[in-house]
Structure formats: C-alpha cells, structure tokens
T-cell receptor, first 115, second 114 residues
Framework: DSGVTQTPKHLITATGQRVTLRCSPR?????VYWYQQSLDQGLQFLIQ???????AKGNILERFSAQQFPDLHSELNLSSLELGDSALYFC??????????????FGPGTRLTVT | AQSVTQLGSHVSVSEGALVLLRCNYS??????LFWYVQYPNQGLQLLLK??????LVKGINGFEAEFKKSETSFHLTKPSAHMSDAAEYFC????????????FGGGTRVLVKP
C-alpha cells in the first residue's frame, strides 16, 4: 500500500459525458501528479500540482482539467469524453523534503471506460 | 528533455534464471532514474532509484540496477527469477531535481516459466 488513494476504482460512462477522478496523496506529500496509461500511448504525464498551485503540464487535453485543494487532495476532471479517453488514470505523490530525489508513489488507479 | 527506451516489450525467463531488463535514457541534465513494477490490475510500485550516490543500486525483491553514464543505461537485473516476478516493469527518468515529472519507457512484460 503506497498511501495514495484514488476513487473510484472503476468508472463506466458514455461519450460526451463528464467525470471527476479523486486522489488523496500520502500524508505530508505536497506534490500530486496525474498520469494516463493506455495501450497505444503508454504512461503519459498529464499535470502536476504543488501545494495547490499548478507546477507543470504535460500532454493534457483542453477537455481535461485538474485542481488541488487546501487539504491537498486533487481532482482530475474529464469532459466531453471520447472513446479514446478510455484508459487507466493514475495519481502519484512525492515527498518534498530534503533527501527526496523525486521518487513518486502511485495510487491504484481509476479505470475509465467510455462507451 | 528526457526520454527512455526499454529494449524488448516482452521477456520470457525460466524460474531460477537471470532476469535482465534493459533501459537506456536520454537526458539534458544529470538524471534521476527509477524502476517501477506493475502487477496485474495494480498501480506502480517503486523498485529502486538512482540518485548519483552509488552507481549500483539495490532495490526490493532482490532486484538491482547499475547506472552506466558512458552507455546512458540503467539495466535492471535479478540473479534468480521467481514466479512472483511476473509483471510489467517500467524504467523512468526525471530531471536532476526533485519535484519533476517522470518520463516512462514503454515497459517490459516479464513472463516466468516454471
């Protein structure tokens, strides 16, 4: 158990819909990262938040957005869903104190199926 | 910018045999390197990390990896495969400071034959 929690575990929805994925980082971790894992694209970085502020953006579509709340949990919002958005979405967190070398701890993922 | 190439998307080994998974990286700055394992229907678990303190890094479950700057490689090995090692393994690189995104290789799926 990494200490990172994600809900829901599975999500099935229809094209055009909007969903929200939730992540709680490990206790004390200030950084949250979102990744998408799909068969054709592999593991891709989407976005990073640090202590409530957006820190870095990767290959995140404009239909997708995220935020990190004061209690440090994060939500990834996916809208106007398409079949190609079906994937496993991972959240990760990393420690930020001295001695950290950027290792990230991953949650169990949310499997999104768009029908 | 960073990139990672994992040679071989599938590797088959016999139980008790050497496991060797290859990873080559590209980085414009001194890298931090990681190996993660993903068991079926689970998240990614950190196996080991290279932090520039030592070129030979020992991780969990008997795995180790050697950083070779001249070859830009970070290959993962385990002397004796166990059935429980069947999983997908990912090599990842981040820029040489904490708090950076991970760039992953394509993954290598390991099958262990009895």
């Amino acid at each position: 158990d990494s200490g990172v929690t994600q809900t829901p575990k599975h999500l099935i929805t229809a094209t055009g819909q909007r969903v929200t994925l939730r992540c709680s980082p490990r206790s004390g971790d200030l950084s949250v990262y979102w990744y998408q894992q799909s068969l054709d694209q592999g593991l891709q970085f989407l976005i990073q938040y640090y202590n409530g502020e957006e820190r870095a953006k990767g290959n995140i579509l404009e239909r997708f957005s995220a935020q990190q709340f004061p209690d440090l949990h994060s939500e990834l919002n996916l809208s106007s869903l398409e079949l190609g958005d079906s994937a496993l979405y991972f959240c990760a967190s990393s420690p930020s104190g001295s001695g950290s070398v950027g290792e990230q701890y991953f949650g169990p993922g949310t499997r999104l199926t768009v029908t | 910018a960073q990139s990672v190439t994992q040679l071989g998307s599938h590797v088959s080994v016999s139980e008790g045999a050497l496991v060797l998974l290859r990873c080559n990286y590209s980085s414009s700055v001194p890298p931090y390197l990681f190996w993660y394992v993903q068991y079926p229907n689970q998240g990614l678990q950190l196996l080991l990390k290279y932090t520039s303190a030592a070129t030979l890094v020992k991780g969990i479950n008997g795995f180790e990896a050697e950083f070779k700057k001249s070859e830009t490689s970070f290959h993962l090995t385990k002397p004796s495969a166990h059935m429980s090692d069947a999983a997908e393994y990912f090599c990842a690189v981040s820029a040489g400071t904490a708090g950076n995104k991970l760039t992953f290789g394509g993954g290598t799926r390991v099958l262990v034959k009895p």
